[in-house]
């Protein structure tokens, strides 16, 4: 049902590219506000924070970074939605925000973030590892997956309830024909102090957070998510050559403007915000801070790469009864 309204969505966003009024043509003339889900200092605000005064010089007008913390990122969802779509409110959202969210929070949402967005461009996707802790005995995934599998429910990985790393982490198992206990945390932050001390044995966390304790051999990483093995850590296997293709997520953020922004206005946004990344990557910025750069071609391809994530968590969702209160 999910995956057939998924459909209805998309012939709608189609539907949305029209003739722009006369003020599109010399967007923009006002300063525009670009809204984050989250409390600064996240890879979300990090990311944002250095592609807005490339865009402001870009568009002659100054972009306003507007952190909206709450509600697992909904309230900037719901006010981006909700926005006139003049192009003056835009959003940074991310894997969470606009592919699992909207199906887990359908009922709680005072929007439809498939049906009231449109996006502009994928920005960058993070690639995260499978980490083990150092007391665990295992030194490879297959070695980890054979012991979770011989002590049935005995072993724990550690997510925020309804986050792609939980939900990872359920494919995994299901994969693997094994069973571990779900323990909720609150956040990233939480998963270094807890792997090094053994009070989780397994989780999936982003490689720019854990790369340092990887290189020192505080922790243990198992696999990584991107489809190549990185350039500073070549014999960490990806999750394919480790056996298990399609398992394990890239942390992807990207810019959404409200669903009806005219389509030049989009456009336009799509070509500055695209060449403010191309300049971020030929200056090491992204490299600096373990961001791949991932840029959508059109903003069309965007919103098909938005709704493909979505039928993946929908899937993930409804196989394993994922309920968020």
Not at 132 to 158: D, H, M, V
Not at 198 to 224: L, M, P
Request: charge should be positive; proline fraction near 8%.
């Amino acid at each position: 049902m999910f995956a057939r309204a998924l459909i209805i969505a998309a012939a709608f966003c189609a539907s949305l590219a029209h003739a722009a009024p006369p003020a599109a043509q010399s967007y923009p003339t006002r300063p525009i506000r670009l809204l984050i889900p989250f409390a600064p200092g996240g890879a979300t605000d990090i990311i944002a924070r250095m592609i807005e005064p490339k865009m402001s010089r870009a568009l002659g007008q100054q972009i306003v970074v507007d952190n909206r913390p709450g509600a697992a990122g909904n309230i900037a969802v719901e006010l981006t939605a909700q926005a006139q779509p003049d192009g003056y409110t835009l959003l940074v959202g991310n894997i969470s925000t606009n592919s699992i969210n909207p199906i887990l929070f359908a009922r709680q949402m005072k929007v439809n973030a498939v049906k009231d967005l449109t996006g502009v461009t994928k920005l960058v996707a993070i690639p995260n590892f499978i980490l083990g802790s150092p007391k665990l005995p295992a030194n490879t995934l297959k070695e980890a997956i054979e012991y979770a599998r011989a002590r049935p429910g005995q072993l724990n990985y550690q997510a925020p309830l309804g986050s792609y790393s939980h939900l990872d982490m359920l494919a995994l198992q299901a994969a693997a024909g094994i069973k571990m206990v779900h323990l909720p945390s609150r956040g990233a932050g939480e998963t270094l102090p807890a792997l090094l001390r053994g009070d989780i044995h397994i989780t999936e966390s982003n490689v720019a957070s854990n790369i340092g304790a990887v290189r020192a051999g505080q922790i243990k990483a198992y696999a990584v998510t991107s489809e190549k093995r990185l350039d500073e850590l070549p014999n960490i296997p990806t999750m394919a050559e480790a056996g298990f293709p399609g398992i394990g997520s890239l942390n992807w953020n990207g810019i959404f403007a409200p669903a009806r922004t005219p389509k030049p206005v989009v456009d336009k946004l799509h070509a500055v915000a695209t060449a403010a990344m191309k300049e971020l990557e030929a200056e090491g910025a992204l490299a600096k801070r373990q961001t791949p750069l991932s840029l959508s071609a059109s903003p069309e391809d965007f919103n098909a790469y938005v709704l493909s994530e979505l039928k993946r968590w929908d899937r993930i969702i409804r196989d394993n009864n994922v309920k968020i209160d």
